[in-house]
């Protein structure tokens, strides 16, 4: 997951600049500090606003330098709906992987934060990180809590407890080709892009029209393209996003985790490849490459990856014609609990940061004053109610994405029809098929194998990944890549998470 969300980060940083627990959560004990310490309410109890209070929350993100200025018109609004202010601490970009895990075991005094898979939510929660929210959340923010589905409810439960609040914005885990279709129009190209062949044949004319450019925009974080090829097959990653080694199909009643070695069909993806190499479809000094910008600067021309990435291409280069392309054949939500919110066990005010949480997801004016800051100052709205921020040197919308809600969330400005049309195809999919939907509350718990899962990890990176880029012999390079990760300890990692996957699926609809 942290791979794909911080390239995703990245470029929705660009955007904004230019314009799970399952049913039966992860095993182990309560955290010993979980529980209703800091005066919680007792139902039916009104909230004291009394007494003027100050909030504090950090976020991951650079802080804009105009930010006072979103701050105080915020404070203001806060001050008469809820007696209170809210200071924004930021944990810039290049800190982050050092300093949040500090930010929960440093005793230091604050209301809330940004939580995520990707941060370790699970074990952080696990490890008593975060105050209980059983009380808080429905006495405090009743909107918030209604609003919440029930796959929802249940990723934010550890231990049969509530640690976090998770967004209410849905997102997709669609995967598939964006591409340029302005440098194609004129050559021949048959406009289909529905699998591995379409994807050969754009990139065949793309190499010969424009030398220049690299068709696939593929750098130092691996290929990515094994995660198309097998979601084109059905196959689920046992971690639930991107980047494993392990994987299971989601319509099978019982499902059994296959390692990618064992996949039929592997055999056929690494020829692919390496004929993609052998093409010059990308470069060969691709692993070492630190350049993730090539399709937004001009010198790639397609790369996989989701809507969100599509939309913000599209925003930036109205020119290039961005073009989407779905490979999943059964397409569910992300988790819900990728972006949410998380209280502070040593929050002197939950009640009332719980509270805010309210106002922001459920208050238009909070809302925009929280995502976009004062209108026509540092943001305006089109006739369609999209956003743009007016000076990006100075300007941004909120790194807090935990409070991204569908109902009250913009567009930017110049965000393509597609963008909504696949949305909406997306949801009817699932309504048809939600046999990985069924999955989206599974989410591995490693505590027990980390040092073998953190081996497979690296033997994934050292191995798979120049291996699916032909940079490696498919035959010799995959019995490599085996005996490799059979002796970082893949099968004692098989099985503990078949288990949990087995417990997942006998405790299904609970």
């Not at 995502?371 to 919308?397: E, P, R, S």
Request: glycine share 6%.
């Amino acid at each position: 997951m942290k791979k794909n969300k911080i390239v995703s980060l990245i470029l929705a940083a660009a955007v904004a600049a230019g314009a799970l627990a399952g049913c039966a959560g992860p095993s182990g004990g309560a955290p010993a500090s979980s529980g209703d310490a800091g005066g919680q309410a007792a139902a039916g109890e009104k909230l004291d606003t009394s007494k003027e209070v100050e909030l504090v929350m950090y976020e991951i993100g650079d802080r804009p330098t105009g930010q006072d200025v979103a701050d105080e018109n915020l404070n203001k609004i806060l001050k008469e709906k809820l007696n209170c202010t809210l200071k924004i601490s930021w944990i810039p970009w290049a800190d982050y992987a050092n300093k949040y895990p500090l930010l929960f075991s440093s005793g230091e005094t604050f209301d809330f934060s940004y939580a995520a898979t990707w941060l370790n939510f699970y074990s952080m929660a696990q490890k008593g990180a975060f105050k209980s929210l059983d009380d808080l959340w429905p006495q405090y923010a009743p909107k918030n809590y209604a609003a919440q589905s029930k796959a929802a409810l249940q990723e934010a439960k550890v231990n049969g407890h509530y640690y976090c609040v998770p967004t209410l914005l849905a997102t997709y885990s669609a995967v598939g080709p964006l591409y340029r279709t302005d440098i194609v129009k004129d050559a021949g190209w048959s406009g289909k892009m529905e699998n591995f062949a379409d994807v050969e044949a754009y990139c065949d004319i793309v190499k010969k029209t424009h030398p220049e450019m690299e068709p696939l925009d593929i750098y130092s974080l691996g290929s990515e393209w094994d995660d198309p090829y097998l979601r084109l097959l059905g196959y689920r990653a046992s971690n639930g996003t991107t980047g494993d080694f392990l994987y299971f199909d989601p319509t099978q009643k019982n499902p059994k985790l296959t390692a990618l070695y064992e996949i039929p069909q592997v055999n056929d993806f690494l020829a692919t490849m390496t004929r993609w190499n052998q093409k010059g479809f990308f470069i060969k000094s691709a692993l070492s490459d630190t350049d993730s910008t090539k399709l937004q600067n001009g010198k790639a021309a397609m790369k996989t990856h989701n809507l969100d990435d599509f939309s913000g291409m599209a925003i930036l280069h109205p020119e290039y014609g961005m073009a989407y392309a779905n490979f999943d054949k059964h397409v569910s939500h992300l988790p819900y609990v990728q972006d949410c919110m998380v209280i502070s066990n040593t929050s002197p005010n939950p009640e009332r940061a719980m509270a805010l949480w309210e106002l922001v997801t459920s208050d238009r004016e909070v809302y925009d004053a929280f995502m976009y800051g004062v209108k026509d100052v540092t943001y305006t709205l089109n006739d369609k109610g999209q956003y743009k921020i007016t000076d990006t040197n100075k300007y941004a919308v909120s790194d807090m994405w935990a409070g991204r809600t569908t109902e009250l969330n913009r567009d930017a400005v110049g965000t393509p029809d597609a963008y909504e049309e696949w949305k909406k195809t997306f949801e009817k999919n699932i309504a048809s098929d939600d046999s990985a939907e069924r999955y989206v509350g599974f989410m591995i718990d490693t505590s027990k194998i980390e040092t073998e899962y953190d081996a497979c990890v690296s033997v994934q990176k050292q191995y798979w990944w120049p291996l699916e880029l032909g940079y490696t012999d498919a035959k010799t390079g995959l019995a490599e890549y085996k005996q490799k990760i059979e002796a970082a300890g893949i099968e004692k990692v098989r099985a503990e998470l078949q288990k949990q996957l087995d417990d997942y699926v006998a405790n299904m609809g609970k």
